[in-house]
């Protein structure tokens, strides 16, 4: 198995352009979750999804930021317009349907919005 | 919300060295999970607890599950060069109906 995979690993962008970062999580999850990690505020949960259904939106910072799951195997996390504080980190992971069960993560697309 | 508070933020030692570091909470937790972020990398599950009181070793790793259910402890004996990296507690918020994880602690090892 491949893992989660996500795209691009890095992304570099100018202030008001908008950011589309993708996210392919393991064949037969439940859960897929976006995180961001930047020094400051450590590891924050945007959203999950779980059978492709949002579930928990409250920690996605503003309505810049908007996250979808079109089919089980494929989700995208927008930002529109980027700021340069939306800079960090952004981890998409998935897990099996248990809240407790070990969740798998990608290996992050590191943003730098100028 | 229920909050996990780790501590040390950072550590430097000596390779060999062992290491200790946990995780506390103010509210109860009913599992407690130790990941590992190794640079560049997302976090990766070492250990799980799901029992008060519980120790489990994984190799060098060795947890603990809390009496009180409000800590958890998380040791590393002989450190090794490959130990470096961002060490997270994290437990499921069942108010939430999430997973939270704490700020984490740094590891670093010194030539």
């Known amino acids: 198995d491949a893992g989660v995979i996500q795209s691009p690993r890095h992304e570099v962008t100018e202030m008001g352009q908008e950011v589309t970062l993708r996210c392919k999580p393991i064949?037969?999850?439940?859960?897929l979750f976006w995180y961001r990690q930047t020094m400051m505020r450590g590891l924050e949960l945007l959203i999950y999804?779980?059978?492709?259904?949002?579930?928990?939106d409250s920690g996605m910072p503003e309505d810049r930021f908007s996250a979808k799951m079109p089919n089980a195997s494929f989700s995208t996390l927008k930002i529109q317009p980027s700021e340069p504080r939306d800079s960090a980190v952004y981890f998409c992971a998935s897990s099996l349907p248990a809240i407790s069960d070990e969740q798998f993560f990608g290996p992050g697309t590191r943003l730098t919005v100028l | 919300g229920q909050q996990l508070n780790q501590s040390p933020q950072s550590m430097f030692i000596q390779e060999g060295e062992d290491v200790s570091m946990n995780c506390t909470s103010s509210s109860i937790f009913n599992t407690w999970l130790w990941y590992k972020q190794d640079p560049g990398e997302g976090p990766v599950l070492l250990i799980a607890l799901y029992k008060a009181g519980e120790l489990t070793s994984n190799g060098r790793l060795t947890a603990q599950f809390g009496i009180t259910r409000k800590d958890s402890f998380l040791n590393i004996s002989a450190s090794i060069p490959s130990d470096v990296g961002i060490y997270f507690c994290a437990g499921p918020d069942f108010r939430d109906d999430k997973i939270i994880f704490g700020k984490g602690t740094r590891l670093h090892i010194l030539p």
């Open positions: 064949s037969g999850h439940d859960y």
């Open positions: 999804f779980n059978n492709n259904v949002p579930i928990d």
